[in-house]
């Protein structure tokens, strides 16, 4: 196994300073998770943002350094203003809206393009200078997109790899960014460009085809005497650390006070991070929509919401917070009673094992984006259910709804549709609710996040590498 080489705008750890000194702490999220065992067994480095870490002292950033060095990570120190510029600005404000269909999201003045490039020019100078020959390069998401070209003009033989965690929207949509053409270059300096579905590597295709000219793209292009191969690579979920979970005394206890609570109830859950593209609010217009139309409903629902703070200096999520306040007040001013309230809503983090009970003990799994690259948390719902129950609701538009085609699928802009497809959930014959369940489950344990490592990696170490350069006579 070759060298790898990690690259993300975020280390898989968060820096902990109290007043026993600083730590770093390994991130539990699903990237961190899966490509842990690839990073230690190649003796690999992870290159990225450890966070902020401006009010360390000297010698706790000393610390930090040294803790880094101890897990392979090597950091790239963000500045105050290059936070707000490449990470808030472009990438968040600019780049993020647009693969989520969201034009009117995205600022009218293209203000931060300048620092966006500089600082994936910074990345492509540190990882080029831990650069090994035979070292494999993979690069990760939205925030990095020129790097893999940055790379390739310093490293003409290196073997690069560039995942895209985000939708990659219809060419129509790309084509109104202004720096369209760079951002396609700057991938095209992989040798593999992985998306999570197919229908994102055609919208890619399309772009390749309607910008740079190309005829007609498959799954590999021709760039400069080299050839690029794209290829539709959906991401896992680590589901035997889920079923384990679930499995544990202290967890099913708290399955159980959940169950109690709810007795004579149904729970609904919905996880997500409060993120505008996650579609919260028409989530609760839904379930506003079947209390409505239903009275029988009134008082038997239960529905547990739980939003993750998220990018909280962005002026767009903060307004999205207020909406989903606002909404939340109104339902349960409508269908509440002195007893009890339809929606329960906990604008928080929660630990694995707080999530697994809530996944494990849920009756009906709300998940509703308006646009969502893959989607992780509908694939932790079905691998906390190994009691082969409960019923998921899927977005069609997250990525996710290509594999688990026995969720009930719903179009989360149509409120009264949603609120038919809760309401099929709810009616669920217990026979129907276990035959999807349990297909649901081989999905997501047969193409679980070590597959989707593999097979990413496999592709790319079959990738021909340029052709050696001939020095001129
Ligand atoms: P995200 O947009 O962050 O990821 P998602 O794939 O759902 O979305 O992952 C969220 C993760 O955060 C899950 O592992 C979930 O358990 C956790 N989480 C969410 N809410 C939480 C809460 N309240 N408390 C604790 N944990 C919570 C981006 C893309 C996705 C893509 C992933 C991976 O937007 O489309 O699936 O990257 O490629």
């Not at 005394?249 to 729970?267: D, I, Y």
């Not at 129907?432 to 592709?459: A, C, I, N, P, Q």
Request: net charge neutral; aromatic share 8%; with cysteine.
């Amino acid at each position: 196994m070759s060298r790898l080489l990690l690259v993300s705008n975020r280390l898989p750890v968060t820096v902990k300073a109290d007043k026993d000194g600083v730590s770093v702490v390994r991130s539990a999220g699903g990237l961190a998770t899966g490509l842990r065992g690839p990073h230690e067994r190649s003796g690999g480095l992870w290159i990225g943002w450890p966070g902020d870490v401006s009010r360390l002292t000297q010698a706790q950033r000393a610390s930090v350094e040294e803790q880094l060095s101890q897990q392979r990570c090597v950091p790239l120190y963000l500045s105050a203003s290059e936070v707000s510029r490449f990470y808030e600005g472009y990438s968040n404000q600019v780049l993020w809206p647009l693969c989520h269909y969201l034009l009117e999201r995205v600022p009218r003045q293209d203000r931060d393009w300048d620092v966006y490039r500089k600082v994936n020019e910074r990345f492509a100078e540190l990882v080029a200078s831990h650069y090994q020959p035979g070292d494999t390069i993979w690069v990760h998401d939205y925030q990095l997109m020129l790097v893999p070209a940055m790379l390739r003009a310093r490293l003409p033989q290196a073997r690069i790899g560039f995942f895209h965690h985000i939708p990659f929207p219809s060419s129509e949509i790309f084509r109104t960014l202004p720096h369209r053409l760079d951002l396609v270059r700057g991938l095209l300096g992989a040798d593999l460009i992985g998306f999570h579905t197919l229908s994102y590597v055609r919208h890619f295709a399309s772009t390749l085809m309607q910008l740079c000219g190309i005829e007609k793209v498959g799954d590999r292009v021709e760039q400069d005497g080299r050839e690029v191969r794209l290829g539709a690579f959906p991401m896992g979920i680590d589901a035997q650390a889920f079923e384990n979970l679930v499995r544990e005394p202290s967890v099913l206890e708290e399955v159980r006070v959940h169950r109690e609570k709810s007795a004579g109830q149904r729970l609904l859950l919905g996880v997500d991070r409060l993120d505008y593209t996650k579609g919260i609010p028409r989530r609760l217009l839904a379930v506003q929509r079947l209390l409505e139309r239903e009275p029988a409903w009134r008082g038997k629902l239960r529905f547990v919401q739980v939003a993750v703070p998220s990018r909280t200096t962005v002026a767009d999520y903060a307004t999205y917070r207020e909406r989903v306040d606002e909404l939340v007040g109104r339902i349960n001013s409508l269908y509440g009673s002195v007893h009890n309230v339809p929606i329960h809503y906990l604008y928080r983090s929660l630990n694995e094992k707080q999530l697994s009970a809530l996944y494990r003990a849920a009756d009906v799994m709300f998940v509703t984006p308006i646009r969502d690259g893959m989607n992780l948390v509908a694939k932790e719902f079905c691998a906390a259910r190994p009691d082969e129950d409960g019923v998921l609701v899927l977005s069609e538009f997250a990525g996710a709804a290509d594999e688990l085609g026995d969720a009930v699928m719903v179009n989360p802009y149509d409120v009264e549709g949603m609120a038919d497809g809760l309401e099929a959930a709810l009616e669920m014959s217990e026979e129907e609710r276990r035959t999807r369940m349990r297909s649901l489950r081989t999905r997501v344990k047969d193409y679980d996040v070590h597959w989707w490592v593999r097979s990413f990696l496999d592709t790319l170490q079959s990738t021909p590498t340029a052709p050696p350069r001939v020095a001129p006579q």
